[in-house]
């Protein structure tokens, strides 16, 4: 199995639709991101959270929201989807060294 | 700000050719440095690392060395294989951020038989 598992793997969804997408982790960590990556752009930070009481804006917060449900799981909502959100998103954790993150396998997301 | 550049590609090489992929930062204060890895339809893998200046990552006969001089952080491999074909992603992390990342636009590698 998986150290880090997304649900789904792929999702359509008409605009104006509210959508969630699901991490959760079995590396016993404590630090957990969400990262979109668009062609040319990269991978972009969009929100992150150190512990389960922790939630941070990234880079690119606007129009998403997240919840830490536990220590093993961080989800991200897109509130009222918009087409410009279609992309891969990834779910990643680190321990509080930070010596490496940890990647899920990601979630293509496309808003029609 | 804080940024990284990685060259554009594709690249596209022969088996056993020689890879450099170009990458270079713009960061406050001293960064770790990062290559990631993405296979087709996987996520993205720590390929190597480099947390202070000079020092050397390498794994899998890849390489990238920290050049703080040059703000650069250079992947490369003396013999490319079709199995490396992937997506290559340079990344920064600056100290006392946490675990999060800033990445470059990543590079496409296509090695042909």
């Known amino acids: 199995d998986a150290d880090v598992t997304q649900t789904p793997r792929n999702r359509i969804t008409k605009t104006g639709k509210r959508i969630m997408l699901e991490c959760s982790q079995t590396k016993g960590h404590d630090r957990m991101y969400w990262y979109r990556q668009d062609p040319g752009l990269g991978l972009r930070l969009i929100y992150y959270?150190?512990?389960?009481?922790?939630?941070n804006k990234g880079e690119i917060s606007d129009g998403y929201s997240v919840s830490r449900q536990a220590q093993a799981k961080f989800s991200l909502s897109l509130e009222s989807a918009i087409p410009n959100q279609t992309a891969l998103y990834f779910c990643?954790?680190?321990?509080?060294?930070?010596?490496?993150?940890?990647f899920g396998q990601g979630t293509r997301l496309t808003v029609v | 700000g804080n940024s990284v550049t990685q060259m554009e590609g594709p690249v596209t090489l022969s088996e056993e050719a020689f890879l450099t992929i170009n990458c270079t930062y713009t960061?406050?204060?001293?960064?770790?440095l990062f290559w990631y890895v993405q296979y087709p339809g996987e996520g993205l893998q720590l390929l190597l690392k480099a947390t202070k200046a000079d020092d050397k990552g390498s794994n899998k006969g890849f390489e990238a060395t920290y050049r703080k001089e040059t703000t650069s952080f250079h992947l490369e491999k003396g013999s490319v294989q079709v199995s490396d074909s992937a997506v290559y992603f340079c990344a920064l992390r600056l100290t006392n951020q946490g675990g999060k990342l800033i990445f470059g636009q990543g590079t496409e590698l296509s090695v042909k038989p």
């Open positions: 960061a406050t204060g001293y960064p770790s």
């Open positions: 990643a954790t680190s321990d509080f060294r930070d010596t490496e993150a940890f």
């Open positions: 959270s150190f512990d389960v009481k922790d939630i």
